[in-house]
């Protein structure tokens, strides 16, 4: 290996290590990189089979010293050359901006966010909103005890003095408002200047306006006319009313951006599917675990029984069954012989297969799985929405009064009319901030998810709430949705002259002893009988067909038709039968002893006892409800009929699944894709509301937006109730903010003042929207009682 090594001073010859000068001229070359290594520069280095290797930084030395041979053999020269894909930024509130570098929102002002697969690491703007809320609550607890204190039986105004307490509110409320809510007077400021007006131009307006006036009546409170005095003749001071809205927002979007970050969780799962490393076969036979991203196109690697397949590839030696459940939504394991194909993160059953790698890196099925759900995932907007389309006319409007109220002092009013025009001005900002704006949402739903948890329906997206209640197309799986996805015995039909349960005894005593994926739904089938079993003789399993051997001196065969077709044995009896399972989604199985046809095992992956019921609940709603699977259209179609289904799409693979979710989006429908598989992850992510059995796999929960604990179908049902009262009260939230404020907003602009002769104090105006905000909150507590 001297070849990865020479010296400034060689003279055309190369050298090894043991004999390469160690001066400060001494350079290696890296094995992984290929860069140029100064001896004398402390860098790592390793010893392999009496070779000295060094390298340019740790990772390097990492990647080798996991799969030397990968780079020593010149295997690594033959990876292809990837450009390295750039980045894109794009908005979790407005998805269609997308920038090639990390800032802001255009429309709404947020963080953009990496698109794409997620990155391991902390989310920067959580842990720099978490800190700015820690200094905003503990600033904003001692203001409420100053303000609030004579009410809550703690005078400390009386101890300090009015004229202290107001500085000492001043110091306490600059770092909250200049400090920790610099991010929302940024997002407020985009607002501004692009025009889209929302819930943070609001709340800039609110806590800017509440901050600056009283920050002048603490400064100069001469400037005030005496009857806008407060507490000891002081003008009254709004500090505690901009801390706490500064912190019950930093509350809202801590929750957020946790809920955000776990949309990740899905594509982490998915990712977690494949094995780290797999066993490769080397040339010369010897065989080494080798990182995954190490093994390229044609490389053969071992998978040992109970493994994870590693790579996408044909079988080139051994037989086993694989289970492919969660990646085909097929309940039976498939069995797997030379010249098979498997798929890269299914499992492997009792065998051991040789497979030669045939699609690897992002050219994998899960990798492609990976990449549709990352995509489908950003199609998402949030619920604030809801709140935001409020907010483009109202924010406006206020804005526009408050100006209008300024100047009509200003014009009209009685001296100082500029004071009392900036008193009207604050009033109207104050009393139309957004404390209850901001919790009309998030109250409904945190309450709505405590009650749905309660009863089995677990929310983990907001969004999916408001969805759910305009759903009019429901896509279900088949496997583990509708049915239990397991198979049992159903039937079992018996020659007249052949007892039931020795017939069962000798089938389930010869299916014991194999790995068939029929045999354990047999054995237990025979159990659950009360049948004893006998120990069997001269097995053998016949590829695709079936199994043989001897049983309590019986020599007993089960396998499909063409096996005792083979034997020689006539299946016309039973042919008719055979195929009336099948179309009943069944599957057959012969059963022969002692070279006559003795009966009959039919096997099913049973339907769920609630499916129907919830079905026709959910037709009683007017929604058209879709069967999309992976199994076959016999077995589907059959399971449809049985439930009353209106459309049944069979045979159907990941990116088929979720093209037809997107191809009913595009003809205007609202859908919901109810699911429980790998394969169902695409389609559950593309929907406009995912749902995921919880007895399924763990990348189907996490892709989906709601997720039934029981794995019950009527959980739908109960969701959508849920859904439709929490959207009816988030409206309701919503008229109760903005009911007070167009209540407030004209009072605060002075419309009684000819009439009473004063101004509505901003101490009046912070109370109103208290008192807003109170309402909210008694509202949405209601859905505490939801009878769902």
Same mark, same amino acid.
């Given at each position: ?57 740790? *990772? ?71 800190? *700015? ?36 509110? $001043? ?120 990182? $995954? ?322 079905? *026709? ?172």
């Amino acid at each position: 290996m001297s070849d990865f090594l020479f010296s400034a001073h060689s003279h055309g010859h190369a050298h090894s290590h043991d004999h390469l000068p160690q001066d400060a001229t001494a350079m290696a070359i890296d094995p992984v990189c290929g860069m140029t290594v100064r001896l004398d520069a402390g860098k790592p280095s390793l010893d392999y089979h009496g070779t000295t290797y060094h390298f340019c930084s740790q *990772r390097c030395h990492g990647r080798f010293s996991a799969d030397p041979w990968f780079f020593l053999s010149g295997h690594a020269a033959k990876k292809p050359k990837v450009a390295k894909k750039a980045t894109s930024y794009t908005c979790p509130m407005d998805p269609e901006i997308i920038r090639d570098a990390p800032g802001t929102c255009p429309i709404c002002g947020m963080a953009l966010e990496p698109m794409g697969v997620p990155v391991d690491g902390p989310n920067h703007e959580l842990v720099d909103f978490t800190r *700015r809320f820690w200094v905003s609550l503990a600033c904003a607890v001692p203001l409420v005890l100053l303000s609030m204190g004579p009410m809550l039986g703690l005078p400390i105004r009386d101890w300090i003095g009015g004229r202290v307490a107001g500085y000492l509110e $001043l110091i306490l409320a600059t770092p909250v408002v200049l400090w920790a809510a610099k991010p929302f007077f940024a997002r407020g400021w985009v607002s501004l200047r692009t025009g889209h007006y929302n819930m943070w131009t609001l709340i800039s307006l609110g806590v800017g306006a509440a901050y600056l006036y009283s920050l002048i009546a603490t400064v100069f409170p001469s400037l005030f006319p005496m009857e806008l005095g407060g507490h000891h003749g002081g003008v009254a001071v709004y500090f505690e009313a901009a801390a706490v809205i500064v912190a019950l927002v930093f509350v809202g979007q801590i929750l957020e951006l946790r809920a955000r970050e776990r949309t990740g969780d899905a594509i982490r799962a998915l990712m977690n599917l494949a094995p780290k490393t797999a066993r490769r076969i080397q040339p010369d036979g010897t065989e080494q675990d080798a990182p $995954l991203e190490n093994i390229l196109a044609g490389d053969h690697v071992r998978v040992r029984p109970g493994e994870a397949v590693p790579v996408d590839g044909v079988v080139t030696e051994g037989r086993s069954s694989v289970d492919e459940s969660l990646m085909t939504g097929e309940p039976l394991p498939v069995e797997k012989a030379v010249g098979a194909h498997v798929t890269g993160g299914t499992i492997n059953g009792n065998g051991t297969l040789v497979v030669r790698a045939e699609k690897v890196g992002s050219d994998s099925v899960l990798s492609q799985i990976v990449e549709m759900v990352a995509t489908a995932q950003r199609s998402r907007a949030p619920i604030q929405k809801l709140a935001d389309r409020v907010s483009a006319w109202f924010v406006p409007a206020v804005v526009i009064v408050a100006l209008a109220a300024f100047a009509a002092w200003l014009l009209l009013g009685p001296q100082p009319s500029f004071v009392y025009g900036l008193v009207a001005a604050v009033s109207v900002l104050i009393i139309a901030c957004p404390c209850a704006l901001g919790l009309a949402t998030p109250i409904s739903i945190m309450t709505a998810t405590g009650r749905g948890a309660r009863s089995g329906v677990l929310v983990r997206e907001a969004a999916a709430l408001e969805r759910l209640a305009a759903v009019d197309t429901l896509i279900v799986d088949k496997t583990g949705t509708l049915t239990e996805g397991r198979p049992r015995l159903t039937d079992v039909l018996v020659h007249p002259s052949f007892p039931e349960n020795r017939l069962l005894m000798l089938a389930a005593s010869l299916e014991k002893a194999s790995e068939h994926p029929l045999a354990e739904a047999i054995v237990a089938g025979a159990k659950a009988r009360d049948v004893l079993l006998a120990a069997v003789s001269d097995f053998e399993a016949v590829n695709g067909k079936g199994v043989s051997g001897r049983v309590d001196g019986d020599l007993v065969l089960a396998g499909n038709a063409a096996m005792l077709s083979d034997a020689g044995i006539d299946t016309a009896a039973f042919a008719a039968h055979a195929e009336g399972l099948r179309q009943n989604g069944r599957t057959a199985l012969y059963i022969a002893v002692n070279g006559e046809l003795a009966g009959l095992l039919a096997l099913a992956d049973e339907i769920k006892v609630s499916a129907a019921e919830a079905i *026709r609940a959910l037709h009683a709603e007017g929604i058209r409800i879709i069967m999309a699977t992976g199994d076959s259209a016999i077995t589907a179609n059959a399971v449809a009929k049985e439930l009353g289904i209106d459309d049944v799409v069979a045979d159907q693979l990941p990116e088929d699944k979720k093209a037809l979710v997107e191809r009913l989006k595009a003809e205007g429908r609202v859908v919901a894709m109810a699911g429980d598989g790998i394969n169902d992850a695409p389609a559950l992510a593309a929907a406009d509301v995912g749902i995921a059995m919880g007895t399924g796999a763990d990348v189907a929960l996490e892709s989906a937006g709601i997720t039934l604990l029981k794995g019950d179908l009527s959980g739908i049902v109960r969701a959508r109730t849920l859904s439709k009262a929490t959207l009816s009260n988030i409206r309701q939230n919503l008229f109760f903010a903005f009911a007070y404020n167009a209540v407030g907003v004209p009072v605060a602009a002075g419309l009684l003042y000819p009439l009473t002769g004063s101004l509505l104090s901003p101490m009046i105006a912070a109370a109103a929207m208290s008192l807003s905000s109170v309402s909210v909150v008694a509202n949405a507590l209601r859905l505490r009682r939801l009878k769902l």
